[in-house]
Each structure stands twice: as structure tokens, then as C-alpha cells.
């Protein structure tokens, strides 16, 4: 509705400014660019995004294994610590564990399983590398989509966001030299405003 009203500013009357029109070109410029150009840029983030983290994707299913775990006896309660498989998930037991890794070795360690009672014997999986060490789930193909999504629209609103301040400092200062014209122009005519003879 703002910018339908605005149109009144391209029509040639006598009562219309300079500046009048240089608003009426900005506020054009702006909604072109939020309207296309913002578009472009989240489009153009999130296809880079999102190439670069099929790629990462595709590297970490090829370098990680799911192997299992056999429980080997529960270990008491510690301090929480930062084990990658269990990463804002629940806390899990600590256990001490045993397993193969993708080159062969035995490992013997303690992890966290999500076992709900945990028992010699009892078998869990857990991601590794291919040396045999505990490493987070590979990010899947639909994750990685999802975040470049996100970045895409998150680019997006940042450049329609930066182009809407840019038209607003700019406004801004137009707004700010009109006002500054009028301070002079009624320096000039205030003295005599209302003045009984001031025009003879």
C-alpha cells in the first residue's frame, strides 16, 4: 500500500521535490533488490552450501564404520564427558568396551552405551574411524541438505535485511539535508513571519 501511495512521487507537478523523486528511485531500488538480488544470494549460498556438505557427507560415510561393541563389565558413574556418540542425546551408561576396529585391532575402552542395563556380553554399536576411535555419526545426505537450506534462507534474509538499512541510512540522510534546507530557508524568512509591513 506504501508503494502504490508512493507512486504520486513520478507524476510532474509543481509541488514535487527533487528529493521527492530521488525517494521514489530508492525505495524502486531497494524493493528490486530485496525482491530479486536477496533471492539470488540465498540461492546461490545454499547451492554452495549444500555442495560443500554432500561432499563433506560423502567423506565421512567413506572414512567412518559402525561396528559393534561388546560390553566387557559396567564401570561406575563419572563426571560427564564429551563422548561424540552420545552428544546431545541421553546420558547413557559407562561401560567398559570392547571391539574390532576396521583395521583389525582390538580396542578396550571406556564409552557411554545407550543401554538401558547394561550386562557382560551385551552388544551396542558405536561409529569409529578407521583406526578404531571413537568419532561422531557421519552427517547423512538429508541433514546436510537441511542445513544448506537454512543457510540459503538465512542469506537470503540477511541481504534483504542489509539492502531495507541501507535504504534506511540512506533516507536517513536525505531526510536529514531536507531538514537542514528548511532551518536556512527559515532563518532567512523567520524574523519577518507575521510581521505587520514585513513584505512591503
Same mark, same amino acid.
Given at each position: 500500500m506504501r508503494a502504490v501511495?508512493?507512486?504520486?512521487?513520478?507524476?510532474?507537478?509543481p509541488l514535487r521535490r527533487? =528529493? &521527492?523523486?530521488?525517494e521514489a528511485w530508492l525505495a524502486l531500488t531497494a524493493l528490486l533488490?530485496?525482491?530479486?538480488? /536477496? @533471492?539470488?544470494?540465498?540461492?546461490?549460498?545454499?547451492?554452495a552450501a549444500h555442495a560443500s556438505l554432500q561432499r563433506s557427507a560423502l567423506a565421512q560415510q567413506q572414512s567412518r564404520h559402525l561396528v559393534t561393541a561388546t560390553v566387557v563389565r559396567e564401570l561406575e558413574p563419572s563426571l560427564p564427558d =564429551? &563422548?561424540?556418540?552420545l552428544a546431545g542425546g541421553a546420558p547413557g551408561s559407562r561401560v567398559l568396551?570392547?571391539?574390532? /576396529? @576396521?583395521?583389525g585391532t582390538?580396542?578396550?575402552?571406556?564409552?557411554?552405551?545407550r543401554l538401558p542395563d547394561p550386562r557382560p556380553g551385551g552388544t551396542f554399536r558405536i561409529w569409529t574411524d578407521g583406526s578404531g576411535d571413537r568419532v561422531a555419526r557421519p552427517l547423512d545426505a538429508g541433514t546436510a541438505t537441511a542445513y544448506a537450506v537454512l543457510a540459503g534462507a538465512g542469506a537470503g534474509l540477511l541481504a534483504a535485511g542489509l539492502f531495507e538499512g541501507g535504504r534506511r541510512l540512506v533516507l536517513?540522510?536525505?531526510?536529514?539535508d531536507?531538514?537542514?534546507?528548511?532551518?536556512?530557508?527559515?532563518?532567512?524568512?523567520?524574523p519577518d513571519w507575521g510581521r505587520a509591513g514585513a513584505d512591503s
Open positions: 501511495g508512493g507512486l504520486w512521487r513520478w507524476r510532474r507537478n527533487a =528529493t &521527492d523523486l530521488a533488490l530485496v525482491t530479486l538480488a /536477496a @533471492p539470488l544470494a540465498g540461492v546461490l549460498v545454499g547451492s =564429551t &563422548d561424540p556418540e568396551a570392547r571391539w574390532t /576396529a @576396521p583395521d582390538d580396542r578396550r575402552e571406556p564409552v557411554r552405551a536517513r540522510r536525505m531526510l536529514g531536507r531538514y537542514a534546507r528548511w532551518d536556512r530557508e527559515w532563518g532567512r524568512a523567520g
